[in-house]
């Protein structure tokens, strides 16, 4: 959501703002709302104090025995104008929220012009892409030959993609979502938490999932949604609540399943669990301090690839340019890994800068350190990391010329000691 009152002070501004967004904004629509919302607001004020003072003559004239009539009469007439006011002033402010919630974030400034993913900006690299003396499978011909990755199970039971993992696969799915929480709560400070998978508009309002993108996700036929990560309710634990800036920020990270209907994305990875229906993650969010969130943004972007390096998976870190910038963020860095099966790098984390767009949608405030100063809070938040797309990187990374896989070393305590999967 953005604040009406910068809008208001620099139009210009936020107009060129939104076309840098490829968006043509209703500048002058939501400027003229403005005004009348502003005007009616005014008056009804104006109205309100003419009725108490009226009334208060018409009380002390009944108390004199006087006649009030020609006061009763000026009292109703301003009820009816009162009245038609009361009524205009919700439908105009709604028309105006209508107009600037389907507006995406403000783009910082160093996000790169650019209309789609070639126009992102590699801003650094880890690791060497290893040499093979064979030629590397994709991942889902690594599990479909050690028999322990069924997807035609998975579709007998609810449809395309969707996955059965059976024995150390399904082991080292679970070990990479522990491992990868317990750096993330243990190492980089962030506070565990357990959260609602099905959550309710008001939650998916305040991320900026909804109303612009109810076709990605799923609804329940009590009208309620799956979270399509746990960036929704975790970022919502600030909703409508005023923190005190000593207890910014707050670190909060939840290993969850994730569910996204994938709409739009037909044809594109249709093999395999690169782009599932329901698959697990680490999720990142911090609610920090406005003077504090750049700052914060890189540190937990650090956080994510540190998860990468452990597991000695190569990556590079990506500058989303303005075109591939999601709805509600203003700066987004990728961390894409390295899949030798596909011979490319593979996006396997976002870390986003939302500023204060989102705290105006849910209400999330701070007191500054004088107690009396209320500001809308920064949020962010980032993948610490997607545990299927790590389990596809390991497969690919570590396999072997006889199909089996090489546990990684920071895996095995989670693994029972296992150093390789075979058939």
Known sequence: MHDIRAIRENPAAFDAAMRRRGVAAPVQEILADDEVRRGEVAQLQKLQVIRNTLAKSIGEAKRNRADT????KQGAALRVEMEALEASVPAVE???RDRLIGLPNILDPEVPAGRDETANVEQKRFGSQRNFSFEPKQHFEIGEALGLMDFTGAAKLAGARFTVLRGA?????????????DVQTEQHGYSETVVPLLVNDATMFGTGQLPKFADDLFKTTDGRWLIPTAEVPLTNVAAGEILAAAQLPVRLAAL????????GSAGRDVRGMLRQHQFQKVEMVS???PDA???EHERMTRCAETILEQLELPYRRMLLCAGDTGFSAAKTYDLEVWLPGQAQYREISSCSNTRAF?????NARFRDADGKTINFVHTLNGSGVAVGRALIAV???YQNEDGSVNVPAILRPYMGGMEIIAA
């Open 287 to 289: 609610i920090t301090h």
């Open 169 to 181: 696969l399904a082991r080292l799915e679970r070990a990479l979502g522990q491992f990868m929480l």
């Open 69 to 72: 009539s020609v006061q009763e």
């Open 293 to 295: 969130s750049a700052e």
């Open 256 to 263: 969850t399943p994730c569910f996204r209907s994938e709409a």
């Open 395 to 397: 497969l690919e990374t």
């Open 358 to 362: 989102q705290a105006r949608r849910m």
């Open 94 to 96: 709604a028309r105006l």
